[in-house]
Structure formats: C-alpha cells, structure tokens
C-alpha cells in the first residue's frame, strides 16, 4: 500500500488566489513527521513546512500552511497569495520514528502547480 | 539551512563507462547519507542508505553492484554507477541526514546523468 499520496498530479491556480494541494499518509507509528518540499524545474528539492504527530497547532511558514487532521491522516499544504514563482513540483514526504530510522523519508507522487498570471 | 553540495551537477557519458557523483555536508557532519533516484516526471525513490564508515543498505530492487555508494567521512559520500546505460540516465539527489535546526530536511542540488 502507498505510504504517502497525492491524488491531484497537476492543477492551476490563478495568481494571488490561494491553492490547497492534497496529502494522504499511511503509517502505524505514532511518532511520525510529515514534510512538503518544491522542486522547480531546475531540480532542486526545496524544503517548505514541517508538521509533526504530535505537534498540536498546524504548521504554518509565511504563505504556507499545512492542515493536519490526524484522525483523517491527511497534511493538506495551503499556499496563500499565489505568485507565478510558486509554479513548481510539490511533493509531500512522510519520516516515521524517531532516530537514524526516523530519518528515512518517503516521498508522494508529487502535484504540478501552474500559476497564471 | 545546511549547505549541501554535489558534483558534477550534470554529466553526459557513453555507455559502459563508469560516474562517480560527490555529495558533500559543507556546515555539518552526516553520518547517515541518503541516495534518492528520480525519474522524469516522477517521484524520488530511495536507492540506498549509507552510514559512516560502513557498508550501505540497498532499497529492494536496486543493484548494489552497479550503484557503490562510500560513505568514508562525515562530510563526503559518493555513488558510482558502474557500466552505466541509458535506462540509468536519471536525476540522482543525495539527502545528509540531519543538518536542520528544527526538522528541516536537506537535500542536495542533484546530479542529472545522462548515458548515450
């Protein structure tokens, strides 16, 4: 069974309108972390926000941020105020346990996000 | 966040020759180096693990014959495609682990091969 997925293989957005792109985990663990990362076209994986099991609040980095519903296993990433910058590859990535284990990640199928101007 | 590197950041060769990619921790020591693998228009898959000073681990599926991996110091870990062919032309992305001052995860600037 997929671990992390990601339902949306690509989708536009209008520029300064928000985007809510979808990530579904799997994982029977109870220390887990979850992660979003942007690779455009140029191939580098750049890392975005970071939401962990336990952690209470949803995560949030400037224009982005993650809604965490735990019972539901999802970590939906919202970027707010699209800009053409943001047209990209998003992947989401799941680490599970703690330690040199817990560092292992495991990587969804990815979104394409095209904004338009 | 922590600065990683690799080399060559693209290569072209013929097949049957052998490549050898550098990813180097800068600003921080790794002990267990990651090796992903991507495919156009696909996600990254995990090849193999490596930890210092030791052998490394291979993902189901992966050869590890034809991917070497050494991990010989806390900052340098290398991969070496042996006899390398065209179905090995691939975007190859090296992960240190550690290195963030929160959780952050960094990856290194991947190396695009390309076999002719």
């Known amino acids: 069974a997929q671990k992390i997925t990601q339902t949306q293989p690509g989708m536009f957005v209008q520029e300064k309108e928000a985007v809510t792109l979808d990530c579904t985990y799997d994982?029977?663990?109870?220390?887990?972390?979850l992660f979003w990362y942007k690779q455009p076209s140029s191939g580098e994986m750049i890392f975005l926000i970071y939401q962990g099991s336990y952690d209470q609040q949803n995560a949030t980095e400037g224009r982005y941020s993650l809604n965490f519903q735990k019972a539901r296993k999802s970590a939906n990433l919202v970027i707010s105020a699209s800009q053409l910058g943001d047209s990209a590859m998003y992947f989401c990535a799941m680490r599970e346990g703690y330690g040199a284990a817990g560092n292992k990640l495991t990587f969804g199928g990815g979104t394409r996000v095209l904004v338009k101007p | 966040g922590a600065v990683v590197s690799q080399h060559p950041s693209w290569v072209i060769c013929k097949s049957g020759t052998s490549v050898k990619i550098e990813c180097r921790s800068l600003?921080?020591?790794?002990?267990?180096m990651f090796w992903y693998r991507q495919f156009p228009k696909q996600s990254l898959m995990l090849m193999a693990t490596s930890n210092e000073g030791s052998k490394a681990t291979y993902e189901q599926g992966v050869e590890k014959d034809k991917f070497l991996i050494n991990h010989a110091s806390l900052t340098l870990s290398t991969l070496t495609v042996t006899s390398a062919h065209p179905e090995d032309s691939s975007f190859y992305i090296c992960r240190p682990a550690g290195g963030g001052a929160g959780n952050e995860q960094f990856f290194g600037p991947g190396t695009r091969l390309t076999v002719l």
């Open positions: 600003d921080f020591q790794a002990t267990t």
């Open positions: 994982t029977s663990d109870p220390s887990y972390g």
